[in-house]
């Protein structure tokens, strides 16, 4: 579908709600199991002018997309607990009480849940493969290793993402992430934000984050490659550690890739961004009327008026 702009505004499906960043601010919208819509909108991110350069901005951006998810996710969750206000707390559960005080629990929780955001899909997808690879026999040379590698790290992928789609709980969570796509897409057909409008755009958008984790994979298989063709390096730790110094060049590269894949339309960018698109069946699913509506009430509120998030 050819649209009349592309916008930087981007966003996240979570319990029962989405988050969407504009430029200048962004808008988390969580359904409550009444039915009421809540908001809360943050001013944007400013990262330092060396975050803005090419390659750097794409760590910089997945770190904070990443914490900013985790954070929001748990941010939803707290609309959903009170079935458990009644359980009484655990004796572990009452000492931390005393120790930390319930803002210093908190603090924890956020802190370790966001760390183990962030840690999972960089150990499960990135690291655990690297490891395994370190496995393979020394007289397998370089290139048997490296491939056997990208194809584990590519498995493990596809297995999560299939077994975490057939999740009650996560379908809807990614039908909200199909609300989202459609919303954004509708926004840049410069169409109005109504639900028919938006109901009848395509659910699979290029600039997707489950599009940029494949592309993740692809590229670290790629330069990976290289690097340990130039120094083979066998012993399985030392081979994931040296995978976790080459990630930030990685990422800054798969950023870059999928921001050129999703800027353009040309026939190589669309033929770049195919299997990226084809993942999304896995987790971009059909929204409701509710979730479109939810979505078209983040989108607006972070729409700049001045035009900045044009692309």
Same mark, same amino acid.
């Given at each position: ?110 802190? /370790?849940?966001?760390? @183990?955001?962030?840690? !999972?899909? %960089? +150990? ?8 395994? &690879? ?106 994931? /550690?040296?995978?976790? @110094?080459?990630?930030? !060049?990685? %990422? +800054? ?8 894949? &999703? ?49």
């Amino acid at each position: 579908m050819t649209t009349q702009k592309k916008t930087t505004i981007g966003g996240q499906a979570i319990i029962e709600g989405i988050v969407m960043k504009g430029p200048k601010k962004s808008c988390t919208v969580v359904r409550k199991a009444d039915g009421e819509l809540i908001s809360k909108e943050e001013p944007a991110h400013t990262p330092a002018p060396l975050w803005k350069l090419p390659v750097f901005r794409g760590a910089y951006g997945l770190f904070t997309a990443m914490k900013d998810g985790v954070q929001a996710i748990n941010y939803s969750a707290t609309f959903f607990e009170d079935e458990q206000a009644d359980v009484p707390p655990s004796k572990f559960e009452a000492w931390l009480e005393r120790k930390l005080g319930s803002a210093g629990i908190e603090k924890c929780i956020l802190g /370790l849940s966001t760390a @183990l955001g962030i840690a !999972l899909p %960089v +150990g499960l997808f990135m690291l655990l493969p690297s490891f395994l &690879g370190g496995f393979v026999p020394e007289n397998w040379g370089v290139l048997a290793r490296n491939a056997l590698e990208g194809c584990v790290r590519v498995v493990i992928f596809l297995l999560f993402m299939w077994s975490v789609s057939h999740m009650k709980d996560i379908r809807r969570t990614f039908s909200y992430h199909g609300a989202e796509h459609k919303t954004i897409f509708c926004y840049e057909a410069g169409e109005a934000l109504t639900v028919d409008n938006v109901r009848r755009q395509p659910r699979f958008h290029p600039r997707c984050g489950t599009s940029f984790m494949f592309v993740l994979i692809i590229v670290m298989t790629i330069v990976s490659s290289i690097v340990f063709s130039l120094v083979d390096i066998v012993n399985p730790v030392l081979r994931m /550690l040296a995978h976790l @110094l080459l990630l930030p !060049l990685v %990422v +800054g590269i798969s950023y870059e890739f999928n921001r050129y894949a &999703g800027r353009s339309d040309s026939l190589v960018s669309r033929v770049l961004r195919w299997p990226g698109l084809m993942i999304q069946r896995l987790t971009v699913f059909e929204p409701d009327d509710s979730m479109i509506e939810l979505a078209i009430t983040a989108m607006q509120a972070v729409i700049p008026a001045d035009g900045s998030d044009n692309w």
